[in-house]
């Protein structure tokens, strides 16, 4: 038989955890179409690739990914396909791009999370999720995507930036985007509970429009509460909903933040435990970093970010005084938060720069410059802020149930998570720590996410499904990325194919867009 590509002479890492083999795989129209262990290759191929005992692994599932935009002007994704990234899941934190239906919504959505994913240049063609499917397609992107339907969007077409409960016929009205929305093929539900707008739905709201999910079998992936002094009632009521509904949970970014709580991991990993002793489908993600990344316009209070963006810059500029007392209340130390991305030259020079630097530049305090530069850049400011504690950080990397995810933003000077987060783990805390096995840190990159969102045709090397692929050098993986130079690809990670098409080949980008939109 003649293969479209023959990858030989690999040790072949399965995603499930088994332990490695050698062998060869022969790739035909975008699968998998043969595993052949320590046999000799009779067979011709277009393409014949002696791997030399590197190994060759699944594609990786990025479970937290905030590309729903940037992916229209940059649709390579660079920093996470060179990482071997092949599959992305939108829609985090409640933030999807898709359904929106209110009138002069897209602006004001994306305006309302510039600070997240930027002002990439693209026509915004789409109301519908299928429709936004459709403009990914047309446009084309390198790695595979799937989108949840994010609990602020709906909340967002049917009451804006409203700071209150809904009506019931309100709360009817954003459940039926939901199922429209599972409908055209969303693979689950989001929410972030610290952001606008949806930082006011009661647990009502939340179970309301999880409990649509029921029918599908799709995952509710929450930002909880709370992830600091009271995440203990925020898993709780999670793990209710889920337990309520008989509805899969995922806890995204799963983390305790600030030092009150490092060391708690135990405590935090036994209530998920205990949850799914009572019959509860949870799982987690987290990204193997100390510092986390988001918008700066999240620091304000929710009453200046109710009523959209323009009135948020209205009150950013008239009610100075009483947003900076709730900075100068909320934020524990400045010099924790880091400016990644703004969007303009003037003010570029802070980029990599803290808060407290950049206050003593512009000679005043922090909470002030804080409010300036959202004012100046229109929002549009990503930051920053160190809040975990290595120890509980490898603590989470070997719970069995948690996978990997980047959480990565794309503009500026960003999080390293967003280059680095794939080789970090198999580089520094597999090999070089020892925490656990090459086998099981692909797991939980692979199979195990692939389980989570329920892909039938990803996350493990078997005849027959779809070829996508790392191939990587143990000895060699790794990141080079810092937070003070983080825009570095990976060491060791020569090969990456989608879809049976090469996307990194001899660790040089090909620019290759073979990706599909996975309609669950």
């Not at 599972?182 to 989001?190: I, M, N, P, T, W």
Request: net charge negative; charged share 25%.
């Amino acid at each position: 038989m003649t293969y479209d590509i023959l990858l030989k002479n690999g040790r072949i890492v399965d995603g499930t955890g088994a332990p490695w083999f050698r062998g060869m795989i022969g790739i035909s129209d975008g699968r998998i179409e043969t595993i052949s262990r320590n046999t000799p290759v009779r067979e011709s191929a277009a393409q014949t690739i002696d791997l030399d005992g590197l190994m060759v692994a699944p594609g990786f599932i990025d479970l937290h990914s905030h590309s729903d935009l940037r992916l229209f002007s940059e649709p390579e994704l660079l920093p996470k396909t060179m990482q071997g990234v092949t599959t992305e899941i939108l829609g985090q934190d409640g933030f999807s791009m898709a359904p929106i239906y209110r009138d002069g919504g897209q602006q004001e959505w994306e305006d309302h999370l510039s600070g997240l994913d930027g002002r990439p240049e693209r026509e915004w063609t789409w109301g519908s999720l299928t429709a936004y499917f459709d403009a990914i397609e047309a446009n084309g992107v390198a790695p595979n995507v799937a989108t949840l339907v994010g609990h602020g969007t709906v909340r967002y077409n049917v009451m804006g930036m409203d700071l209150r409960s809904p009506t019931e016929a309100e709360l009817q009205e954003m459940a039926d985007l939901v199922t429209e929305a599972l409908e055209d093929g969303a693979v689950g539900f989001s929410t972030g509970l610290d952001y606008m707008p949806q930082v006011t739905a009661d647990t009502h709201e939340l179970q309301t429009l999880a409990g649509r999910l029921s029918e599908y079998g799709r995952p509710f992936v929450a930002h909880i509460r709370n992830q600091s002094e009271d995440i203990w009632n925020a898993l709780d009521e999670f793990v209710d909903i889920g337990f309520e509904e008989d509805i899969p949970l995922h806890l995204s970014h799963f983390k305790l933040m600030y030092a009150p709580q490092h060391g708690k991991t135990d405590r935090a990993i036994g209530l998920l435990e205990t949850a799914r002793d009572r019959g509860v489908d949870i799982t987690a993600d987290q990204y193997p970093y100390t510092a986390g990344s988001t918008m700066l316009a999240a620091s304000l209070p929710p009453w200046a970010r109710s009523d959209g963006p323009e009135e948020t810059l209205n009150h950013l500029r008239s009610n100075r005084r009483k947003i900076q007392d709730h900075l100068e209340n909320e934020i524990r130390d400045w010099s924790d938060i880091v400016i990644t991305s703004v969007a303009s030259e003037t003010n570029e020079r802070y980029v990599g720069m803290a808060m407290d630097d950049i206050a003593d530049e512009r000679v005043g305090t922090p909470a002030e410059a804080v409010v300036d530069l959202l004012l100046e850049e229109q929002l549009e400011v990503e930051r920053i802020c160190y809040f975990v504690d290595e120890e509980d950080v490898k603590e989470i990397l070997q719970y069995k149930h948690a996978s990997v995810a980047t959480d990565a933003l794309l503009g500026g000077k960003p999080h390293p998570r967003t280059y680095g987060t794939y080789p970090r783990v198999l580089g520094t805390y597999a090999r070089d720590q020892n925490l656990f096995s090459f086998e099981e840190a692909i797991r939980m990159m692979t199979s195990l996410p692939a389980r989570i969102v329920g892909f039938e045709q990803k996350g493990v090397i078997r005849e027959g499904m779809d070829a996508d692929l790392v191939v990587f050098d143990p000895q060699h993986v790794g990141t080079p990325a810092t937070y003070e130079e983080p825009r570095q690809f990976p060491w060791g990670m020569p090969h990456v194919l989608i879809n049976g098409t090469f996307v990194v080949r001899d660790s040089e980008h090909t620019g290759a867009t073979p990706g599909t939109v996975i309609r669950q």
